[in-house]
């Protein structure tokens, strides 16, 4: 499918100059879609991200029988008749499986809702999410009263008979995982009682605070999250955020090429998700936030970022939550900071959309860089000199948004096999680079 060059800005006196606001935060967009489908009233959703994942979860809810409308940049969801079983809509049953594609987060939190409701459902995905564990997300559903199957006991596709009466469980997760806390949560809205999760690190918590603007009895101390069902929710009226995650590449891109001087504006700054942030002031990156502001239950702010000399830096399980999805941009810029860079207690990030370790340590040798695999992250020296040459995305979003910054910094051209994949979350990633990277 669709490769890409990207062409080194080495020599070119070109840098990244600009504002630039991030498309919206895909996780939060995911979870406004969710809810508003869920809640009886009237929602609004403006700004919300319309990237392939986040349709992922849209098109599923349509096919649950939720009107869901578009007009330009805003989503609406009229009102619903409320379920027999529960203050929430109620639902219709899917007349053939429910396609998730690429994303795992629509795939784990649809889990979640159709495990409480009176049909059978089943979820399918692509050759990719086929490959992802299912098993962390149907071992508490089922014990809530769900009974699902799963090929091989762990991966998609997943036959759902969903119950209307599940009961409340208090669930230890072994992982940190937002996807598998939010699956659970959602499923707890339905019976009476509390449900409790506790989790080994505290994930990102966008679930538990727009539950929590929306009128759900939920409370939070800590890694332990209690949500008291049965949840009404009220109609949604957000404005999605930009999402720190895509702005994670232009920061690093502002960061790495000489004679940038970046401006995000509008960025979700949720402490959950800006590990990557401290990391770079970590490093002794010229990083400044300002501006931050509260917006319907998450802070706001704006960056900005110019280059200087970085330092590498040691990370271990308790910082790996809060910058899970950065890591495949994290050890491009490790390359080209001074000293040897540990990641460890990564070893999540063999489960994503690729085996990330494995990914970003082939194609980042490829191109130059002094790094090596280990079972539960990566170690990378630097600085070292990056050169352009062919590399892979695996169909990764996040590799090859990730490979194309390092392009910029590589000597010569780089061509990025399956370029398309930006799509999942940043459709307009490459014209947006363009731009910063022109205006000089
Ligand atoms: C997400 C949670 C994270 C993250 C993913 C999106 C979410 O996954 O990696 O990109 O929206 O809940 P896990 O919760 O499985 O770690």
Redesign the pocket.
Known sequence: MGNQIIQSLVGTGKGILGEFTPPPD??IT??AIILASLSPKKSIIKNPLLSGDCLSTLNAFRKLGVPIEQRGNELFVSEGKRSLFSPLRELKAPVSPIDCENS??TM??LAGVLAAQNFESELVGDSSLSRRPMRRVLEPLRQMGAAISAREDNFAPLKIKGNPHLKPISWKSP????????AILLAALFPRGKTTVIEPEK??D??ERMLKSSGAGIQIKGNRVVLEGPGSLKGLHVKIPGDC?SAAFFLAAAALVSGSRLAIRDVNLNPTRTGFLSLLKRMKAKINLSSIKEALGEPLGNIKMTPSSLNAVQISKKDI?SL??EIPILAVLATQAKGKTVISGAE?LRV?ESDRIHSVVTELKKMGACIQEKKDGMVIEGPTPLKGTKVKSYGDHRMAMSLAIAGLIAEGATEIEDFDCVKISFPNFLPQLKRLCLRN
């Open positions: 895909k996780s995911h979870r795992g987060t784990r939190l992982v940190a995982s937002a996807q598998v806390k939010s994930s990102r966008h679930t995650s939550p899970i999805d999540e994503k």
